[in-house]
């Protein structure tokens, strides 16, 4: 395996900078779709990362318990509540997102893994799959085959057990997710230190990032960026390579001010302006 190596170099062929006639109407649209009673801070993560990473407008889909909470914490963002208090149980929406992530804190519950099934059945828009939303499909495996060709999926390394099973060896790891990433058409975000990337044969390493992102929360920050990147119409391996670029330099650019032991998730959407900047610097 001869990993591409995601440096700057790598970023600056992808990376597309902002027209100056752009308007948060075509900027893109990210639907955010997550958390549930005692979660509710994944969402907000989610959402506020992906409007930080630069997409329009970002709606996030929440049970009805975290609306004061959501609207509150991140009154940018717009929100759309499900029927049930505590969890989802019927994903709908009238607004046309160009991008979907769905699973931060969503938890299991019988009617959250139902509408999730309903909505991998119907929804053409791209997504990014995470979280509990991947717990669920290791539980119901016959519907990786609803996932449309490049879905976007960030397991870490016990959320990528449940889908492929145990490995004996570093190797073995990923020969087997490399012929998952095959069976399934998918893009798997195999998140972890360091990140890796799988594309079919294809595999990015990263190089950005450092322990300072082991703290709750980092990885529903990751999926709200790769979200807004797919949103504002990066193709699906661009979003994921930059996303996890970007996610990994705000640890770095922050380390000297927070140490590793006092960085939280939030200090990554805090940084996420200054990781933009270095990228063209
Ligand atoms: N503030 C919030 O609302 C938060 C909500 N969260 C949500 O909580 C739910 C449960 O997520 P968890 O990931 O905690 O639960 P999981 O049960 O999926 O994962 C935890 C297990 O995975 C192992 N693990 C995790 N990262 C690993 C690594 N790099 N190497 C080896 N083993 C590793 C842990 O040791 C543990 O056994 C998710 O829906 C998640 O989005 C979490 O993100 C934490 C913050
Ligand atoms: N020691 C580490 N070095 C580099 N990156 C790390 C390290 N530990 C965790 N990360 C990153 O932090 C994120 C953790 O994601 P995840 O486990 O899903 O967190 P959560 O579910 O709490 O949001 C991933 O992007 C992972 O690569
Ligand atoms: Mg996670």
Request: hydrophobic share 40%; with cysteine; aromatic share 8%.
């Amino acid at each position: 395996m001869n990993p591409i190596y995601i440096d700057k170099n790598e970023i600056l062929k992808c990376y597309k900078p902002i027209d100056k006639h752009t308007h948060k109407g075509i900027q893109g649209h990210a639907l955010l779709i997550g958390g549930s009673y005692g979660k509710i801070g994944a969402a907000c993560l989610s959402s506020k990362a992906a409007l930080k990473t630069g997409c329009g407008l970002v709606t996030a889909f929440i049970p009805k318990c975290g609306y004061e909470i959501l609207q509150i914490s991140i009154p940018e963002v717009m929100v759309l509540t499900d029927v049930q208090e505590k969890f989802i149980s019927n994903i709908t929406f009238d607004i046309v997102p160009q991008a979907i992530g769905i699973g931060p804190g969503v938890g299991q519950e019988q009617a959250t893994q139902i509408t999730f099934h309903e909505f991998l059945k119907t929804t053409k828009v791209p997504l990014v799959i995470d979280a509990d939303a991947l717990n669920i499909l290791s539980q119901n495996k016959s519907w990786l085959s609803l996932l449309k060709p490049k879905t976007i999926i960030t397991p870490h390394p016990k959320e990528l057990e449940r889908l492929i099973g145990k490995w004996d060896s570093e190797a073995e790891k990923f020969e087997k997710t490399i012929a998952f990433s095959k069976k399934y058409q998918l893009i798997i975000v195999m998140k972890g230190a360091p990140t890796h990337i799988i594309d079919g044969d294809a595999v990015y390493e990263n190089t950005t990032g450092n322990a300072a992102l082991a703290t709750a929360g980092s990885g529903d920050v990751l999926t709200g960026m790769i979200t807004s990147l797919l949103a504002q119409s990066y193709e699906p391996i661009n979003a994921a390579i930059l996303g996890v670029y970007l996610h990994g330099l705000t640890a770095d650019i922050a380390l000297p001010e927070t140490g590793y032991q006092s960085f939280i998730a939030s200090d990554i959407i805090d940084n996420i302006g200054r990781a933009y900047l270095s990228i063209t610097a």
